[in-house]
C-alpha cells in the first residue's frame, strides 16, 4: 500500500535520551509524588506552591545547556522535510525538542512548558522564568494568576478536533516512547484501526504492554529505532 499520510504520535521515551526523565518506571517519581498527583487543577488549587516548584525546575532543566534534541527527534524533522505526502507530529511532551530539531508543524496536545497561561484573562505569554514567585500577568497585571501552559488531569487536552482529523485520514501511525498509560492519545491506535486502513507502529523501549495493539512492535531506544524507519519511509521501504 502506498503511504500518503503519516501520523506520530511521541511520548516522553522519545526526550529521555536528551536527558528529560520520562513519568512512569525507575526514576519517574519526583520528590516522592506521581504525575498523577501534581498534574491536577485540583493539586494547584490546594498547593500551587508545589505544583509551581514542579514546573519551574522542569523549565530551568529543560533550558540546560546539556538539553538538546536527540537523533530521534532530528530523523522527524527530516521525514516532515522529505517525505512527499503529508506528516503530522503529535507531541504529549511539554518540551521544544521538536522544534529545536528542525520541526516545522506540530501539534503539543498537553501544553507547552515554555509558555505561561492567565487564569484571570486567558492570554498565553512565552515564558522562560519561574512562576513560583506569583509574577503579574503580561496582559492584565494581575498577580498570582498565571500558571503553566499544559494540560492537567481531568482538563482537555488541545487541538483534539485537528487530531480526530489526521488520524482518521492517516495510512501510517507511528507511536514513540509513550507507555499508553494516559487517555486520550492512549487511544489513538484504537482509532486509527477503527477506520481500518492505517498501520500502526510502536517503537519503546519496553515489550509491548498486553493491551497494546500495533501491527507491529520495533523494541528499543528511540534514537537508534526512529532514523532507520524514517530512511525507510523515505526511499518507500517501509
Ligand atoms: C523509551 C525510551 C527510549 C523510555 N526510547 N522509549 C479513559 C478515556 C479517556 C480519558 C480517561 C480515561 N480514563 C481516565 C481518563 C482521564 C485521564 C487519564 O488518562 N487518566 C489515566 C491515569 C487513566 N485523562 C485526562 O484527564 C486527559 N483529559 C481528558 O481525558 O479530557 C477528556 C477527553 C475525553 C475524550 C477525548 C478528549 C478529551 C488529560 C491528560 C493530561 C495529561 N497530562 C500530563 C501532565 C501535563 C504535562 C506535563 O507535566 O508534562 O501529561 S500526565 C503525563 O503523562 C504527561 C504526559 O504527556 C503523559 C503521558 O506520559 P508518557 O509520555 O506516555 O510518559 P511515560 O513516562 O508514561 O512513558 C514513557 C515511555 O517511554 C515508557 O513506555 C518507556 O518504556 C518509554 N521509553 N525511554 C523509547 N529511550
Known amino acids: ?31 516522592g509524588h506521581r504525575v498523577e498527583e501534581v498534574a491536577t487543577p485540583e493539586a494547584f488549587a490546594r498547593d500551587p506552591a508545589t505544583v509551581h516548584r514542579f514546573y519551574d525546575l522542569r523549565r530551568r532543566q529543560l533550558q540546560e545547556a546539556a538539553v538538546e534534541p536527540n537523533p530521534a527527534h532530528r530523523a522527524l524533522a527530516e521525514l516532515e522535510a522529505g517525505f512527499p505526502g503529508e506528516v503530522l507530529v503529535i507531541t504529549q511532551n ?8 528542525g520541526l516545522g508543524h506540530l501539534i503539543h496536545m498537553h501544553g507547552e512548558l515554555l509558555k505561561a497561561r492567565c487564569g484571570a484573562c486567558g492570554a498565553v505569554h512565552p515564558w522562560r522564568g519561574d512562576l513560583g514567585h506569583l509574577p503579574p500577568c503580561p496582559a492584565c497585571g494581575r498577580p498570582g494568576r498565571l500558571r503553566p501552559h499544559v494540560v492537567w488531569f481531568g482538563e482537555m487536552p488541545l487541538e483534539m478536533e485537528r487530531i480526530g482529523a489526521a ?8 507511536s514513540i516512547g509513550t507507555s499508553g498509560n494516559v487517555y486520550p ?24 504492554a498486553h493491551n ?27
Open 185 to 208: 492519545a492512549a487511544g489513538f491506535v484504537e482509532e486509527v484501526r477503527a477506520h481500518g486502513r492505517a498501520r500502526s507502529i510502536e517503537i519503546n523501549l519496553e515489550p509491548p
Open 167 to 174: 488520524l482518521g485520514a492517516s495510512d501510517l501511525f507511528v
Open 94 to 101: 511539554i518540551d521544544d525538542l521538536h522544534e529545536r530539531a
Open 212 to 238: 497494546r495493539r500495533f501491527d507491529e512492535h520495533r523494541q528499543g531506544r528511540a534514537g537508534d529505532l526512529v532514523p532507520p524507519l524514517v530512511r525507510e519511509l523515505l526511499t518507500g521501504a517501509a
Open 1 to 31: 500500500m502506498t503511504i500518503e499520510r503519516i501520523v506520530v504520535l511521541t511520548g516522553a521515551g522519545i526526550s529521555a535520551e536528551s536527558g528529560l526523565p520520562t513519568f512512569r518506571g525507575a526514576g519517574g517519581l519526583w520528590e
